[in-house]
């Protein structure tokens, strides 16, 4: 299985802008040859990118997020190398091989009488890809970032955590949706349903529900569960203020943060961001930073997924990658 495309310094040496006086981000960042170097490696997190939007198009969605982890590394490697953006601290491991499945999918996306439902085996092939890269980081001791692709990925990182410690996890998703529908073929909607299926994800909290976007199907299947399934809703914080931000984000820890737990966050709950389901309603880039910020300095966060972001749709050429790059940045941060 060819899965993964390790990145040396040479492989960046082109993004880099470099500038008198100032040292940027990615002339910093560490590199390794193998997976085997990142247990006697001294940093702690490991950067990967997941390019493909099969799960999206899998899903009815708008295709675009395969292009959100070059975009991402376009802003994070030439923001400022300082005391406080900590580059020393994270290793860019490269990116999920996912060239053959993103050329089949065109083939079938192409072909005649075509459907979503076809695309779901590319799907789960990209899904034993991700989780076996996601244990191997872990099993290591260390902490996984991951950019790009559709919320797909998401049962990846799971099974992957779920193996590499060796136990269930509980996940925090920061979200409009619950991506947890049916246990159809797979697709972007419901890589949570899977895990939770399959005996990876133990509990799981939706930060930030959007009422308009859940089936009472969905509703339902959450009550039935709801020892281990909760939310909060964005209506709730954001529209009636019923609860504060920190308040929300307490409920959150309250139910998962007592075992070690996935951070996800999807972009398309960012007001206005480039995303595969873009929202006139949603928290700002501010607020996902404080969230991803909080809740990565818990010590038991064991992975950061940042997902469903597509450049081409959204309002500037560098919206998501300056605003991905923010968000790495809060995470593996001194502050």
């Not at 190398?81 to 900590?86: G, Q, R």
């Not at 998501?320 to 923010?326: L, Q, R, T």
Request: hydrophobic share 40%.
């Amino acid at each position: 299985m060819n899965t993964l495309k390790i990145y040396s310094e040479k492989d960046i040496a082109s993004i880099v802008k470099r500038r008198a006086g100032e040292t940027k981000f990615g002339e910093k960042i560490s590199f390794i040859e193998n997976l085997e170097d990142l247990k006697k490696h001294a940093s702690k997190y490991v950067l990967v990118g997941i390019p493909e939007d099969i799960g999206v198009r899998a899903n009815h969605g708008n295709a675009g997020t395969s292009k959100a982890w070059g975009a991402a590394l376009g802003s994070l490697l030439n923001i400022q190398s300082n005391y406080l953006t900590n580059a020393e601290n994270l290793i860019l491991l490269g990116e999920i091989n996912c060239d053959d499945q993103m050329q089949q999918a065109e083939v079938l996306i192409n072909s005649e009488n075509f459907t979503p439902e076809a695309l779901g085996e590319l799907v789960s092939q990209i899904d034993k890809k991700v989780a076996y890269v996601i244990e191997q980081i872990i099993s290591a001791g260390k902490f996984p970032i991951l950019i790009g692709g559709g919320h797909n990925n998401s049962y990846g990182n799971i099974k992957g955590a779920s193996k590499g410690l060796n136990n269930k996890i509980n996940c925090i998703n920061f979200d409009a949706h619950t991506d947890f529908r049916s246990l159809e073929h797979r697709h972007s909607g419901n890589g949570f349903s899977y895990a939770f299926n399959d005996g990876y994800l133990d509990k799981y909290f939706i930060f930030g529900l959007h009422r308009n976007y859940t089936s009472e199907a969905v509703f339902k299947t959450i009550n039935e569960n709801s020892d281990r399934i909760k939310f909060n809703l964005f209506e709730d914080i954001s529209v009636q203020q019923k609860l504060t931000f920190s308040e929300a984000m307490a409920e959150a820890a309250r139910f998962c943060a007592d075992k070690n737990f996935g951070i996800e966050l999807d972009m398309d709950t960012i007001e206005m961001m480039g995303s595969s389901a873009l929202t006139p309603s949603g928290f700002s880039v501010t607020e996902a930073r404080i969230f991803v910020s909080h809740f990565s300095k818990n010590s038991q966060a064991c992975y950061l997924h940042i997902c469903e972001g597509a450049p081409a749709l959204g309002l500037s050429p560098n919206q998501i990658g300056k605003s991905i790059a923010y968000l790495v940045s809060d995470a593996i941060s001194n502050l």
